[in-house]
């Protein structure tokens, strides 16, 4: 595959398919080189067209809460005496 740049998903699927043939290449040889083009090339593209926006923080603690079955205090406190499943150490130093 010639290493171009990746305007297309059919261009994106074939970096990604080129990155998985170069991955176990040596160190300091043309296709770790290789290697390092496509994956600078592909995150480019992902920055671009498949971007992850950071989660709203009150929606993150809300869904951690929701998973542990916790109040959003528990999470930040998660040794506290409401608690059963985080016992606390006895001299009440970490360790």
């Given amino acids: 595959m010639e290493i171009k740049a990746i305007h297309d998903e059919a261009g994106y699927r074939a970096a990604l398919a080129e990155l998985d043939r170069t991955w176990d290449a040596p160190k300091g040889s043309p296709g770790s080189d290789r290697m390092e083009v496509l994956t600078i090339l592909i995150a480019d ?18 869904s951690m809460s929701w998973r542990r079955a916790a109040s959003p205090a528990r ?7 409401h608690d059963p499943g985080f016992p606390k150490c006895s001299t009440g130093a970490a360790r």
């Fill in 45 to 62: 593209y992902e920055r671009q067209h498949h971007a992850i926006e950071d989660p709203d923080p009150i929606a993150l603690l809300e």
């Fill in 75 to 81: 999470i930040w406190n998660p040794a506290s005496d």
